[in-house]
């Protein structure tokens, strides 16, 4: 199982950039997915996910209204569309798997996760 995420780069604040998480080895209309960052001496943090089938999302409350996660089933893709990025969004980005039953809204913890990907590195310049 590989999942790897991509998308990442250099932008300043207030713009936008769509990270993309695809797998091989697995299909993504099985696992829901989820999305963590980590800034450096930070703890890894959660900041998205989308069930199994799409219909339920969560956010950490600093992206609320900011960012979008969403999936295709057909392309085996979940993306995350960052907008109106601030530089406390500068950090490495992961994806991971679960497949646990989640009705969304709550924030979930990195154990409830299955497989991770590497990350991606987002930087915001201020």
């Known amino acids: 199982v590989q999942l790897q995420a991509s998308g990442g780069g250099l932008v300043q604040a207030r713009d936008s950039l769509r990270l993309s998480c695809t797998a091989s080895g697995l299909t993504f209309r099985n696992y829901g997915v989820g999305w963590f960052r980590q800034a450096p001496r930070k703890e890894r943090e959660f900041v998205a996910a989308i069930s199994r089938d799409g219909s339920a999302t969560g956010y950490v409350d600093s992206v609320k209204g900011r960012f979008t996660i969403s999936k295709d089933n057909a392309k085996n893709t979940v993306y995350l569309q960052m907008n109106s990025l601030e530089p406390d969004d500068t950090a490495v980005y992961f994806c991971?798997?679960?497949?646990?039953?989640?009705?969304?809204?709550?924030?979930?913890?990195?154990?409830?996760?299955?497989?991770w990907g590497q990350g991606t590195q987002v930087t915001v310049s201020s």
């Open positions: 991971a798997v679960f497949s646990r039953p989640w009705g969304g809204s709550t924030v979930m913890r990195a154990h409830e996760f299955n497989f």
